[in-house]
C-alpha cells in the first residue's frame, strides 16, 4: 500500500462525525460518553495516519498522549455516572444532570 | 486514487460498527459493537503502518476502557425501562437537527481533504523502537504531562467514587 493520508483521514472524519452524532442524539450520559470515545479515536486515526504520511514516530507519540487523555477521562466520567446513579436517580439522563452535588 | 483492499474492508467495518453503537437502545450491545470498531481500528493502524499503536488500541482501549464500561453497565443495572425510554427517544425526529449538523461537519471535512499532502510513496513500517527513541528523546517533558493527568485522574476518580453506596459522605 502506497501512503496515501487523503483515504485514512476521510475515515477519520467519518468517525468523528459519527461520535459528533451520538453526543448530539443520545441523551443517556453512559452513549454520550461513547462517543467522546469515539471522536478521540478518529483524532488519533488523524494523527497515526499524518505520521504514516511523513514517515515519523510523532503521530504515534500523540497517539499515546490521546491515549493517556481516553483512560483520565473515561476513569473520572464514569466515576461521576455512578455517583449520579448512586444518589438514587433513576435514569442515566444528561438534563438531570444539573442536581450534582459534593 | 489507490483503494487498497485489506484498508477499505477495515475501514467498512469501523464506520459500520460505530454506527451501530450509536443507534442502539441497549448499552451492552452498544459496548460489543464498539469493541468491534476499535479491533478494526487496529486493524488500520496496523495497516498503516504502526503496529505499536496497533497493540496498544488492543491491549489498552479494547481491553482497559472497555472493560471499564463494562463493569460499569453491570453496576448500573439498567433494565427495560431504560430500553423503553431509549427507544421512544430514537425517533426520526430527534435525529434530523443533529444528522444535519453533523453531515455539514462531515461535508467539510471532506472538503478540506482536498488539500490533503500527496501520496508519500510505500508505506514505511514505524516500529517501537522509532516511537520509543522519539517518545523518551524530545517528548519527555509530554510523558510527565500525561503522568500528572493520569495521577489527577486517579485522584478524582477515587475521591467522587468514594462512599458510593453509604451516606456518610463527607
Known amino acids: 500500500m502506497t501512503a496515501a493520508p487523503a483515504q485514512a483521514l476521510l475515515l477519520a472524519s467519518m468517525l468523528f462525525a459519527l461520535g459528533l452524532l451520538g453526543v448530539l442524539v443520545r441523551r443517556n450520559l453512559l452513549f454520550?460518553?461513547?462517543?467522546?470515545?469515539?471522536?478521540?479515536?478518529?483524532?488519533?486515526?488523524?494523527?497515526?495516519?499524518?505520521?504514516?504520511?511523513?514517515?515519523?514516530?510523532?503521530?504515534?507519540?500523540?497517539?499515546l498522549m490521546i491515549l493517556?487523555?481516553?483512560a483520565a477521562e473515561a476513569a473520572v466520567g464514569l466515576a461521576i455516572l455512578l455517583r449520579l446513579?448512586?444518589?438514587?436517580?433513576?435514569?442515566?439522563?444528561?438534563?438531570?444532570?444539573?442536581r450534582l452535588k459534593g | 486514487m489507490i483503494l487498497n483492499a485489506p484498508f477499505l474492508l477495515f475501514a467498512l467495518v469501523a464506520v459500520w460498527a460505530t454506527f451501530m453503537v450509536v443507534t442502539r437502545a441497549v448499552a451492552i450491545h452498544a459496548l460489543l459493537y464498539l469493541v468491534v470498531a476499535l479491533l478494526a481500528l487496529a486493524c488500520i493502524f496496523d495497516v498503516l503502518g504502526a503496529p505499536f499503536a496497533a497493540i496498544l488500541e488492543v491491549i489498552v482501549y479494547a481491553g482497559?476502557?472497555?472493560v471499564l464500561f463494562?463493569?460499569?453497565?453491570?453496576?448500573?443495572?439498567?433494565?427495560?425501562?431504560d430500553r423503553l425510554?431509549?427507544?421512544?427517544?430514537?425517533?426520526?425526529r430527534t435525529w434530523v437537527g443533529p444528522g444535519i449538523l453533523a453531515a455539514l461537519l462531515l461535508a467539510?471535512?471532506?472538503?478540506?481533504?482536498?488539500?490533503?499532502?500527496?501520496?508519500?510513496?510505500?508505506?514505511?513500517?514505524?516500529?517501537?523502537?522509532q516511537v520509543g527513541l522519539a517518545l523518551y528523546g524530545p517528548y519527555v517533558l509530554m510523558v510527565e504531562?500525561?503522568?500528572?493527568?493520569?495521577?489527577?485522574?486517579?485522584?478524582?476518580?477515587?475521591?467522587i467514587g468514594r462512599h458510593i453506596r453509604g451516606e456518610d459522605a463527607p
Open chain 1, 32 to 63: 454520550m460518553l461513547m462517543s467522546i470515545e469515539i471522536m478521540l479515536n478518529a483524532a488519533a486515526l488523524a494523527f497515526v495516519a499524518a505520521g504514516m504520511r511523513w514517515h515519523a514516530a510523532d503521530g504515534q507519540v500523540m497517539f
Open chain 1, 68 to 70: 493517556a487523555l481516553a
Open chain 1, 85 to 98: 446513579h448512586a444518589a438514587g436517580r433513576p435514569t442515566l439522563d444528561a438534563d438531570t444532570g444539573n
Open chain 2, 64 to 66: 482497559a476502557i472497555m
Open chain 2, 70 to 81: 463494562v463493569f460499569v453497565v453491570m453496576m448500573l443495572n439498567l433494565g427495560r425501562p
Open chain 2, 85 to 92: 425510554r431509549e427507544n421512544t427517544w430514537i425517533t426520526p
Open chain 2, 108 to 129: 467539510a471535512l471532506a472538503d478540506a481533504l482536498a488539500m490533503a499532502p500527496p501520496d508519500g510513496g510505500p508505506v514505511v513500517v514505524i516500529d517501537t523502537r
Open chain 2, 145 to 159: 504531562l500525561a503522568s500528572f493527568l493520569l495521577l489527577a485522574g486517579l485522584v478524582s476518580a477515587f475521591r
